[in-house]
């Protein structure tokens, strides 16, 4: 049990188009999803919290404007990358908990390269 | 200083080894400790999970905890090639919050 997925795994697309990345819980509801950025051989950066039906709380310095997250159902959680830029590249990976367990479920990452 | 701290490796070790991973900490409202494995280019992946001080095992791992050095510890028994990632330490503090703080990782390779 305890499967998180995402989608897509790998998107390349021109500066300045906005890109939506998909994070589904399969085998249980996440009552809270966590969006991470991960720059090359370094650790996992907390990007935000969102809990199910209500806004995100953003860590200090990720502008909400840029990285919109959407967490609609229980099983589903997006995050939008508006208006991408090539410092945007890297790779997007959330996680997802639910109601009865304690710790965090990762998904399988996406990778997203501005050109 | 950071909140948790994590010798980045990499760490290379033969076949069969003994190997152990650490991280220290500073908070000491952390009361959950998880070690995590990544392979290259995908997502974390939850290998043990641990409250509070006390050992845990699974199969070749085992997990240590000392809140008071505020110290925490991987074991891997019998090491394999397949073994070969990076290990991350992530700690909390009790109810009201489910952030993590990681650690920077540790890259292990093993050597057939």
């Known amino acids: 049990g305890a499967v ?26 996440a009552t809270t999803m966590f969006w991470y950025r991960q720059f090359p051989k370094q650790s996992l950066m907390l990007m935000a919290t969102s809990n199910e039906g209500s806004k995100a709380t953003y860590e200090q310095g990720v502008e909400k404007d840029k990285f919109l997250i959407n967490h609609a159902s229980l099983t589903l959680s997006t995050l939008t990358v508006t208006s991408a ?6 790779f997007y990976i959330c996680s997802a908990r639910g109601q009865a367990k304690e710790t965090q479920y990762f998904g399988p990452g996406t990778r997203l390269l501005v050109l | 200083q950071k909140e948790v701290e994590q010798d ?30 990544q392979y ?43 073994d070969s990632a990076t290990y991350l330490c992530a700690m909390r ?20």
């Open chain 2, 93 to 112: 503090a009790s109810a009201g919050t489910y952030k993590y703080i990681f650690g920077t990782g540790t890259r292990l390779k093993v050597l057939a």
């Open chain 1, 85 to 90: 830029h090539p410092e945007d590249s890297s």
């Open chain 2, 8 to 37: 980045p490796g990499p760490l290379s070790v033969p076949e069969g080894a003994i190997v152990s991973l650490n991280c220290t900490y500073s908070n000491s409202a952390f009361q959950y400790f998880m070690w995590y494995r």
């Open chain 2, 40 to 82: 290259s280019r995908k997502g974390p992946e939850l290998l043990m999970y641990t409250y509070s001080s006390g050992n845990k095992e699974d199969g070749r791992f085992t997990a240590q905890v000392d809140k008071s050095s505020k110290y925490i510890s991987l074991f891997i028994r019998d090491s394999q090639p397949s």
């Open chain 1, 4 to 29: 998180v997925s995402q989608h897509p795994s790998w998107v390349i697309c021109k500066s300045g188009t906005s890109v939506k990345i998909e994070c589904r819980s399969l085998d249980f509801q």
